[in-house]
DNA sequence: CTAGGGTTAG
């Protein structure tokens, strides 16, 4: 009788629909037995009827004690987005089980809602393997891969042993923090436990890899690959573009259409890549054409944005431009955004205004974009305007994020935000600086102030300049780690040209590798020059 | 059986 409450509460608040019986019989469970046929006509019919005729034939049909049938509606409802209906239902069953409670999770995590889910993880009664999948899973797709790896931890702490999906989700995080630590003990536990060859674990290794600057690592773990998919290759591919090997990239994808494989929308988006890195204007425009002409692929937003900084960067900007206003599609953001950014290279000032007008009615609340029109102004001189920037920024109510940069010693990570005296040995790290400036000074180092957007004395914006957090990351990496070993840094933010040159000078000074991770590429620096051979 | 995973422009 507890159990009828349940269904009479609900078929009160919905008016069941009868009215398909074709339908109804193919969605449900107790005629048709192949369930999951089944699952896929409630879903579909949930779709066009908002959930309520499935919910009908099976309190008509009276089934009403059966965990497993309401596991099914409440899924149901919940894959339909009807999250209101899913819930209400899942606080008046009377015993739920784990399924019941991961269902509920799985789907607040899929409609971003990662509280709610992570109210209803910590609830729990009892959690599954599949539980803490979700979760994990679910911090790692809202940009919390720090949370998401705490939650691993616990799970280990639990007794739970991490499987194929775990270590995907874990691998994704690992790739998002540059935690390579973590990222090569999961790949060693992934071979023990026997899923190192199971495709979804290798590609991810393969991004994790690349995104921890181990290009060399990535490589290994494709080439041993057994079967690879277009997932693969198009990370391989994306990979070598991010730490500009953009030759070894096209040769890759020769290589992948030479044995008939495919491409798809997101491998081209990799080939554009590698051609903006260095700045290959004929063959990114060939290759733009070749993805419609030879294999059908529309170009989708991301491949416009390609193609817009691919031009402005080179120079183009006038064709960017026209290349923006006649583009089928309705551009974004990050496409006005791109030529933009291409403007503060080239300094011109018109068209940037003009980009940025665009840009902040698409985009209001980036601030990435106020600082480079900040930039702009500022390399011009034209203080009056920086500040009129800054006064927009702040009526907007939109702060610039502070660049930060981290380094990895000993499995601790160490941040770094600029001018940060936070680290206790900070006074080493600056004296240790001090040092380095003076050799650099003897090899033609003139620190770049330019960079600096803050009208302020000379002397200051060499104080700001000199503890930018990449350069104090570095001075620390060099005091931890013996010498001649590579050196690892993340950046939130991308490099500025003053911390770039410093960099190429110090790794021939100090005789070190120093990779750094950018916001969306690699510069690995090397006996004073850069991989990205400047163009950036 | 009802719940889970990979590559994506600046």
Known sequence: ??????????????????????????????????????????????????????????????????????????????????????????????????????????????????????????????????????????????????????????MEEAGLRPNEVTVVAVLAACADLGALDLGRRIHDYSNQSGFGRNTHVCNTLIDMYIKCGCLEAARRVFDDMEERTIVSWSAMIQGLAMHGQVEEALKLFARMTRIGIKPNGVTFIGLLHACNHMGLIDEGRSFFAKMTNDYGIIPQIEHYGCMVDLLSRAGLLQEAHDFIINMPIKPNGVVWGALLGGCRVHKHIELAEEAIKNVLELDPLNDGYYVVLSNIYAEAKRWEDVSRVRKLMRDQGVKKTPGSSSITIDGVVHEFVAGDETNPQAEEIFQRWEKLLQEMRLKGYEPNTSVVLLDMEENEKEKVLNHHSEKLALVFGLMKTPTRTPIRIMKNLRVCEDCHAALKLISGIVDREIIVRDRNRFHCFKDGSCSCKDYW
């Open 1 to 154: 009788m507890e159990d009828n409450t349940w269904i009479t509460v609900q078929s009160q608040q919905l008016t069941p629909l009868y009215s398909i019986p074709t339908v109804k019989e193919f969605a449900n469970p107790f005629v048709n037995s192949n369930l999951s046929q089944s699952k896929q006509a409630c879903t579909q019919l949930l779709d066009v009827l908002n959930g309520r005729i499935v919910h009908g034939v099976i309190e008509k049909l009276g089934f009403q004690s059966n965990l497993f049938l309401k596991n099914s509606i409440v899924h149901l409802y919940a894959s339909c987005g009807e999250m209101d209906i899913a819930r209400f239902l899942f606080e008046k069953m009377p015993q739920r089980d784990v399924v019941t409670w991961n269902i509920m999770i799985t789907r607040l995590v899929k409609q971003e809602d990662v509280d709610g889910a992570f109210g209803l993880f910590s609830q729990m009664p009892e959690r599954s393997v599949r539980s803490w999948i979700a979760m994990i899973a679910g911090f790692v797709q809202c940009g919390k891969p720090k949370d998401a790896i705490g939650l691993f931890t616990q």
